[in-house]
């Protein structure tokens, strides 16, 4: 699509770094001041609105004029039989997941938005801030992938942490990971 053409939606933004095309997908809703994910969806009849379906979700952004859609194309997991392709390599299915919606608290501090190594079920701490990955917001509501916002859950309790310390280059042994 070209930049004269129109976008689907008023309000969007560039991709950022290992971003997936669903989390950019929420993003979307809550810049469009969505109530929903699912309501978003089933505007704009392109886009599953019961699950997250992320290659539908990266073919929608397509109708966008992203100048870093690579950005999306890379960190958005392809899925192949039983494998998902991820960020260049290859991981059985069962080792990624989207269900519960997981995250680093004080990465959605720094800047809110869904990065895509934490779909990786074996992924269970931030090696930029050495804390869990965590599915719930600081009260311990889950936050479920409907909630358009990085920032709040559904029960308007903050998701994120601020000020916590960044290491400066994560750890290089893999299981610091897990």
Partial sequence: MNALSPTPTTFWREPEIG????????????RNAQFSVRALASQLEEVN????????????AKRYPLKHL??????????EGRDVHLMG??????????????FCPACLGEKPFHRTWWDLVKFKRCPWHDMDIVSTDI????VKWHVPSFERSEAHVDMFLKGIRRNDAPPMALESFI
Avoid: C, Y
């Avoid at 290859?90 to 269900?99: C, D, E």
């Avoid at 009260?139 to 889950?142: A, T």
């Fill in 49 to 60: 609105g019961r699950n997250v379906v992320p290659t539908e979700m990266l073919n929608f």
């Fill in 19 to 30: 971003e997936p095309a669903h989390g950019w997908f929420v993003d979307l809703a809550d």
């Fill in 70 to 79: 690579d950005r999306l194309e890379w960190a958005t997991p392809i899925m």
């Fill in 89 to 102: 390599v290859t991981v059985r299915k069962q080792h990624w997941s989207r269900n519960p919606r997981r």
């Fill in 139 to 142: 009260d311990g509501n889950e």
